[in-house]
């Protein structure tokens, strides 16, 4: 019996064994199962809940002018990370800090206690200068680092700004260029990783490693930022003296529909936005204001009437300063009315009764049909932020008065991108053209070009022959009418001014306050640029865009020659002087003259370098036009 009993526990004893050993070699072979074919994968996972890291941000592209003058790149801005858990004195490192970063104490002791793995000390400890961060770097806190950073350095400060916009405290575009081209120049973040164990001690056995962000895409606009920069000097200047509440300006390649220049005026620097009330750094008033354009708008009336053959150069048109529209005496600019003209004469009297006969002659349809192909019910699709439409009058609800006022540039609102590219349309053989400011996307390093614009026409407006006419009766308006203070010699500027009345709320329009404008193109015989310049209520001077605009414009129109390395055409329709414009006066040649020999300075005035007697180099040369009281300047030897 005890025998049996005993050879049972035995034979149970050596079950348990062989079960517990089975057991075992089961554990055995699944952790060398997971040894070898899970193992890889383990330690991916523990290196995983061991990692931190501390996002690196990508560095966005550089912003070229058309000719690859950087506008806007980047510069070293390293920003302060922190790992509480590494901290080891944290009022200290909080009272450090603090002082360094101009902080309260308080709020940095909310930094160094945050319960997460990384804290981004935002926004005080980002895009440091360098001196600063070498401070932070030096003192070689325990938790505390300095990472790589960079911000935009937008290199022109305030000119272009409008165009340009800015960035955010994460360098995401926020407005302009720098938002409509976001996924161009945003570059992907990397990052910096370490390890550390449970108590967020960093594992030394362990290595971090750096991931190195990508650089966004280059991109090259159609700006010419020498261009830009006349515009925004013209401008400076025009507001020493006038004092306006607004001024703007472009330019444009009439041929391509490319914006060369685009100003406004309060401008903002771009790299410190946050200074400037939003009303100036979110209006790109090129783009985004309306106006009633006044006389600048009768390019649409006058060249519907040529298209439509409504009148011809030289038909005649008697005004005597208003023409009655129902109810309503309308009168011309000029008190008594310039009489019996002809139609040339008109555009460049700027005649409002004459424009109103060539409305009134084309009619309601025709009218509002051109202004629809023109452009000025639909925005003009520009790639920049903030387009405004315009308001036209609905054809329907167009009666006499209405159309009369429309037809001289009063009663629809416009805006001034949508007044240029008509103005283009009428002189470049009359094709509208969509505006764009970005030319080329071209990938870093390497500087391969991934987009190139091109040329977007949208319509015929007018015939080649219709283009034609208008240029040569615009050059007439520099030349022999309202426009005279636009013109150089030898540049064959054509344009038209415009002085439009501001309305008033409750309606109506306010007094003595307008916004005088020129817009003009050059040379008339090949047009390449087109400039127009609005000063909104100029100051202490008579309001009327020949006198204020167009002067602006001419002296833009001068310099832009240069630039562009423009050559001076032959053919010019001769100057007719009134009384009000800049006078030009004909450069002698003074060559070889002795200074008795010199004439008197009665229309100019010699500046003289050198002791000798006798001109051996003059400056403009002969045969050149200088304005009346202006410097010729003489070298004698």
Known sequence: MMNDQLLQIQKRLMVLILSLGVVLLVFIGRLGYIQVFGGNDIRA???????????????????????????????????????????????LTAKYLSDVLNVTFDEMMKHVNKNVSVELVKPEGRKLDVQTAEKIIEKNLPGVYVVGDTRRNYIYGEYLAHVLGFVGADNQG????????????????????????????????????????????????????????????????????????????????????????MASYPSFDPGDYQ?????????????????????????????????????????????????????????????????????????????????????????????FHYIDLYGFNEKTGVDLLGESKGIVFNPENVGPVELATSSFGQGNSVTPIQLVRAFSASINGGILYQPYALKEVRMPITNDVAYAAKPKPIRRVISEETSATMRYALESVVARGTGGNAFRDGLRIGGKTGTAQKPAEGGGYLANNYIVSFIGGAPMNDPELVVFVAIDYPKNTIQYGGVVAAPIVGEIFEEAFHILGLEKQPDQIE??????????????????????ELPPQIFFHYDIFGSGEKVVYQSPQPGEKIVEGGHIYLYMN
């Open 45 to 91: 996972r523990a290196l995983d809940l061991w990692s931190r890291e501390i996002p690196v941000e990508g560095q966005r592209g550089t912003i070229y002018d058309r000719n690859g003058k950087p506008i806007v790149n980047n510069i070293i801005a390293p920003s302060v990370a922190l790992i509480p858990r590494q901290i080891k004195d944290k009022e």
């Open 174 to 261: 926020i407005t302009g260029i720098e938002f409509m081209y976001e996924e161009y120049l945003k570059g992907a973040s990397g990052s910096s990783k370490y390890y550390v164990d449970a108590r967020g001690i960093l594992l030394e056995n362990l290595y971090g490693y750096y991931e190195a962000p990508s650089q966004g895409m280059d991109i090259y606009l159609t700006i010419d930022i020498e261009l830009q920069i006349l515009l925004e000097k013209a401008l400076e200047n025009a507001n020493a003296v006038y004092q306006p509440d607004q001024m703007m300006g472009m330019m444009m390649d009439p041929r391509t529909g490319e914006i060369l220049a």
């Open 275 to 367: 200074k400037y009330p939003q009303e100036v750094y979110n209006r790109n008033l090129p783009i985004w204001m309306t106006f009633e354009p006044g006389s600048t708008f009768k390019i649409v009336t006058y060249s519907a009437g040529l298209e439509e053959g409504v009148f011809d150069l030289e038909d005649t048109f008697f005004d005597p300063g208003y023409r009655i529209v129902e109810d309503r005496r309308i009168k011309d600019w000029k008190a008594g009315g310039h009489g019996l003209q002809t139609f040339l004469e008109v555009i460049e009297n700027s005649c409002n009764p004459g424009f109103m006969e060539i409305g009134d002659r084309l009619g309601v349809d025709r009218l």
């Open 575 to 596: 100057k007719e002087y009134r009384w009000g414009d800049i006078r030009y006066v004909e450069v002698p040649d003074l060559i070889g003259k002795t200074r008795n």
